[in-house]
């Protein structure tokens, strides 16, 4: 969402009185004010357009290989495409606000007002998609290990995709109520509760699953035949940080901008805070570009498709 | 009165038209900010925000690390045959692979799934084959050898091989059960003296 205009979700509800302020009282701000922090948009394209691509290879491997045509691949696959469309969401705005520089859309037309809304509501779909498809892929997990013998008849194919099927349509439901209504605080409360929320639940899955692997890992460790590594339990608690990290250094900024625009849009650390959103905004587009390499590149079998892939085009190209 | 509003009102709408879709329109949105009289640094909630994720991060980091050295409550709620599978690819997905013996028993091919690992799922995939009858289709295999497969996997295999190690724990089905830890163990007697066993591995691990 483009932070210049009054946005659904950034706009503060009192601001129809804010106006009188500005021409009656010639109001000039401070020299030391937080101008915004702009991020060029050659960076901006090429972060976005990274994260698409990679996306779409991603989506591309699972479908061409049918042995890839697994839950796990499903909600990697989910999870690709609700990043995919968080660059998309990007992209589009920036594209948007260049045609609207050069003069080809007009400034408050009605078409382009409900444009911009539903780009807001793509953005706060793939922001709800990414949390719960990251959630559908750590109870995929837990299930495997937890439930190992019965997960043939606990998560099937046609369950996989009935659960996907359930959770982008809330996403969807969901992202549309809060564009719409993204002026009430009982909007922002539950979308800024569910994030961490979701990342708590997340963090908890793991961690059980991690400590049983540790225990385990002692068990073997105890055989007298084996020998122990402990690099085996760093490189899981580093994988874990990884994966929790990296999506809340990406995330949270962005929620925390929402928190700040809602409830203390003109103190002046908020402001400071809230001039630095077009970071915010491409930290999220590296989201897109990190997760493929932490989700779905670690798998051999995905790897080795892309491989292929590569490898015919290149050979298609050789013709 | 009623005009002057209405000037107002045309002059922010132009304002805010103007602040519409350009980068370098600073960020009045909100209404004027008085930047006077800041106690701190005006920066302090950016700051302070990073500074405090920065060290959850790590925080969690440290937590996870220390987990592994000392010792934490096992899990014992999942029956001791569902944990025998579970942990082989989860260990060795999660960290190098314990040098241990491989087996491969048939079990573990029709029942199990591995966690992150995907040459289990591969095994899986040959089961489901067997079923559909689409055997040429399959790309690996792990425990069948004998399934021709192309070359070009072969080494992909050898890797899967090499990374997935499961533990021989095949004839420890009765006896995994007995003991505080369920978790698969070759031998009864590592069973059952889990808390020699809990100190042993962290002599070994320290």
């Given at each position: 969402m483009?932070?210049?205009?009054?946005?659904?979700?950034?706009?503060?509800?009192?601001?129809?009185?804010?106006?009188?302020?500005?021409?009656?009282?010639?109001?000039?701000?401070?020299?030391?004010?937080?101008?915004?922090?702009?991020v060029p948009e050659e960076v901006f394209f090429t972060v976005a357009a990274a994260g698409i691509l990679e996306n779409l290879l991603v989506l591309i491997a699972v479908i061409r290989n049918k042995n890839l045509h697994l839950p796990m691949y499903f909600f990697i696959c989910s999870l690709a495409i609700s990043d995919m469309l968080g660059s998309l969401y990007k992209t589009l705005e920036n594209i948007f606000i260049i045609l609207?520089?050069?003069?080809?859309?007009?400034?408050?037309?009605?078409?382009?007002?409900?444009l911009?809304?539903a780009m807001d509501s793509m953005f706060i779909l793939s922001l709800l998609g990414s949390i719960f498809s990251l959630l559908a892929i750590a109870?995929d997990?837990?299930?495997?290990?937890?439930?190992?013998?019965?997960?043939?008849?606990?998560?099937?194919l046609?369950?996989a995709l009935?659960i996907l099927a359930?959770i982008w349509t809330f996403c969807a439901?969901?992202s549309?109520?809060?564009?719409?209504?993204?002026?009430?605080?009982?909007?922002?409360?539950?979308?800024?509760?569910?994030?961490?929320?979701?990342?708590?639940?997340?963090?908890?899955?793991?961690?059980?699953?991690?400590?049983?692997?540790?225990?385990?890992?002692?068990?073997?460790?105890?055989?007298?035949?084996?020998?122990?590594?402990?690099?085996?339990?760093?490189?899981?608690?580093?994988?874990?940080?990884i994966f929790?990290?990296v999506f809340?250094c990406c995330w949270?900024?962005f929620?925390?901008?929402?928190?700040?625009?809602?409830?203390?849009?003109?103190?002046?650390?908020?402001?400071?805070?809230?001039?630095?959103?077009h970071?915010n905004g491409t930290l999220i587009m590296c989201n897109a570009i990190i997760d493929p390499m932490i989700f779905a590149f670690r798998s051999p079998e995905l790897r080795s498709t892309f491989k292929k892939m590569f490898f015919c085009a290149r050979s298609n190209w050789n013709w | 009165?009623?005009?002057?509003?209405?000037?107002?009102?045309?002059?922010?709408?132009?304002?805010?038209?103007?602040?519409?879709?350009?980068?370098?329109?600073?960020?009045?949105?909100?209404?004027?900010?008085?930047?006077?009289?800041?106690?701190?640094?005006?920066?302090?909630?950016?700051?302070?925000?990073?500074?405090?994720?920065?060290?959850?991060?790590?925080?969690?980091?440290?937590?996870?690390?220390?987990?592994?050295?000392?010792?934490?409550?096992?899990?014992?709620?999942?029956?001791?045959?569902?944990?025998?599978?579970?942990?082989?690819?989860?260990?060795?997905?999660?960290?190098?692979?314990?040098?241990?013996?491989?087996?491969?028993?048939?079990?573990?091919?029709?029942?199990?799934?591995?966690?992150f690992?995907f040459?289990?799922n591969?095994?899986?995939?040959?089961?489901?084959?067997?079923?559909?009858?689409?055997?040429?289709?399959?790309e690996?295999?792990?425990?069948?050898?004998?399934?021709?497969?192309?070359?070009?996997?072969?080494?992909e295999?050898?890797?899967?091989?090499?990374?997935?190690?499961?533990?021989?724990?095949?004839?420890?089905?009765?006896?995994?059960?007995?003991?505080?830890?369920?978790?698969?163990?070759?031998?009864?007697?590592?069973?059952?003296?889990?808390?020699?066993?809990?100190?042993?591995?962290?002599?070994?691990?320290?």
């Amino acid at each position: 969402m483009s932070t210049e205009r009054p946005s659904n979700l950034l706009k503060h509800p009192g601001q129809t009185s804010i106006p009188s302020l500005e021409n009656i009282s010639g109001f000039s701000l401070n020299v030391t004010d937080c101008t915004q922090v702009v991020v060029p948009e050659e960076v901006f394209f090429t972060v976005a357009a990274a994260g698409i691509l990679e996306n779409l290879l991603v989506l591309i491997a699972v479908i061409r290989n049918k042995n890839l045509h697994l839950p796990m691949y499903f909600f990697i696959c989910s999870l690709a495409i609700s990043d995919m469309l968080g660059s998309l969401y990007k992209t589009l705005e920036n594209i948007f606000i260049i045609l609207c520089k050069m003069g080809y859309l007009t400034r408050r037309g009605d078409f382009e007002k409900k444009l911009d809304d539903a780009m807001d509501s793509m953005f706060i779909l793939s922001l709800l998609g990414s949390i719960f498809s990251l959630l559908a892929i750590a109870a995929d997990r837990y299930i495997t290990i937890f439930y190992a013998l019965r997960y043939h008849n606990i998560m099937t194919l046609r369950r996989a995709l009935v659960i996907l099927a359930i959770i982008w349509t809330f996403c969807a439901g969901s992202s549309i109520a809060i564009a719409l209504f993204s002026y009430e605080a009982a909007t922002v409360i539950p979308f800024t509760i569910l994030f961490p929320l979701m990342m708590f639940f997340i963090l908890c899955l793991y961690v059980h699953m991690f400590l049983l692997a540790r225990s385990h890992a002692k068990k073997i460790a105890s055989l007298p035949t084996s020998t122990v590594h402990q690099r085996t339990n760093m490189k899981g608690a580093i994988t874990l940080t990884i994966f929790l990290g990296v999506f809340l250094c990406c995330w949270a900024p962005f929620v925390l901008h929402i928190l700040l625009a809602r409830f203390c849009p003109h103190n002046p650390y908020c402001a400071c805070y809230m001039s630095i959103f077009h970071v915010n905004g491409t930290l999220i587009m590296c989201n897109a570009i990190i997760d493929p390499m932490i989700f779905a590149f670690r798998s051999p079998e995905l790897r080795s498709t892309f491989k292929k892939m590569f490898f015919c085009a290149r050979s298609n190209w050789n013709w | 009165m009623s005009a002057l509003r209405l000037i107002s009102n045309r002059t922010s709408q132009q304002a805010m038209s103007n602040s519409d879709y350009t980068w370098e329109y600073e960020y009045y949105e909100y209404g004027p900010v008085s930047f006077e009289g800041l106690k701190a640094h005006k920066y302090s909630i950016v700051i302070g925000f990073w500074v405090g994720l920065a060290v959850f991060v790590i925080f969690m980091f440290f937590v996870l690390t220390l987990l592994t050295k000392t010792g934490a409550p096992h899990q014992d709620n999942a029956e001791p045959s569902e944990k025998r599978f579970r942990m082989n690819s989860f260990v060795a997905d999660f960290g190098r692979p314990l040098e241990s013996e491989r087996v491969f028993s048939r079990q573990i091919a029709e029942e199990s799934r591995s966690l992150f690992h995907f040459c289990i799922n591969e095994v899986e995939h040959l089961d489901k084959a067997k079923q559909n009858q689409k055997g040429p289709g399959l790309e690996t295999n792990i425990r069948f050898q004998e399934v021709p497969r192309s070359s070009g996997m072969l080494e992909e295999d050898l890797s899967c091989h090499t990374k997935f190690n499961i533990p021989n724990f095949v004839n420890t089905e009765q006896n995994s059960s007995l003991g505080e830890d369920d978790l698969l163990i070759s031998e009864p007697p590592i069973i059952l003296e889990s808390k020699s066993v809990a100190q042993s591995s962290h002599r070994i691990l320290d």
